[in-house]
């Protein structure tokens, strides 16, 4: 592929496919697509510079060398409900089993959108690690799949991995939120989100292959995956409301 060709295809945007799936996704926030398509569309080349991260660090460039498939594991229900109780994999499959989701889903929602034009065989392993852990990531960092639990996630997945279609989707939902629920203090849950990110260790180096028995909340300490305090509140004040109501 002609050079200059590869870093068009490489850096490309479409903001009217980003802005026609941003209305639907604020009509739906359930449609999943919507948010693939959001950040293929404007996302451009974000997945160079984690997988030059992975290639400087022991961990990540091993799990560039084997390139292992995160999804036959998570995938795997028998598995994963055989695991001890407080696990990382038992967890996992509470969540997606009390969800009903999978991470076939996922990928099947990111297919309409995900295009690997111009990407090397370590950027396609990676752009799908990046997908195929959105789930994990709920669970290590103990947001809801709730709208809320959702956008802080967003802020927390940026903050570790940069993207510029994930921080439109954060700013024209803050915005949505300042208008429509001024009671509940958007910024600072944002601010929390990435403020976890900061402090977590990043996860597209972790093999999580070799974590899902351990137990979560040691794993949580040992990498710094301290409790979304302000989310929670926020969850216990929206639960009182619909009590009351």
């Not at 959105?134 to 802080?152: A, F, I, K, N």
Request: hydrophobic fraction near 40%; charge should be neutral.
């Amino acid at each position: 592929m002609n050079p200059i060709h590869r870093f068009l295809l490489r850096n490309r945007i479409k903001p009217l496919t980003a802005a026609v799936a941003m209305h639907r996704l604020l009509r739906d926030p359930d449609d999943t697509s919507q948010v693939f398509q959001i950040i293929e569309s404007l996302s451009g080349d974000t997945i160079s510079r984690p997988v030059k991260r992975l290639r400087a660090d022991a961990q990540g460039s091993a799990l560039l060398a084997s390139k292992p498939d995160i999804v036959q594991h998570l995938n795997d229900r028998a598995l994963l409900a055989a695991m001890p109780e407080g696990s990382i994999g038992r967890a996992y499959y509470n969540f997606v089993h009390g969800e009903n989701l999978s991470a076939d889903g996922l990928i099947a929602s990111s297919k309409v959108a995900r295009d690997y034009s111009g990407f090397s065989e370590d950027e396609r392993w990676t752009a799908d690690r990046l997908r195929d852990i959105h789930d994990l990531q709920h669970v290590m960092t103990g947001y809801g799949r709730d709208p809320v639990g959702e956008l802080s996630l967003l802020a927390f997945m940026t903050t570790q991995v940069p993207n510029r279609g994930i921080d439109f989707i954060i700013r024209m939902a803050r915005r949505k939120y300042r208008k429509e629920m001024p009671d509940l203090d958007i910024d600072q849950l944002l601010d929390e989100g990435r403020q976890l990110g900061q402090q977590a260790a990043w996860m597209p180096a972790i093999p999580w292959e070799q974590r899902l028995a351990q137990p979560l909340e040691r794993v949580r300490n040992e990498l710094g995956f301290q409790p979304p305090q302000h989310y929670r509140t926020a969850q216990q004040c929206q639960a009182e409301l619909m009590v009351m109501a």
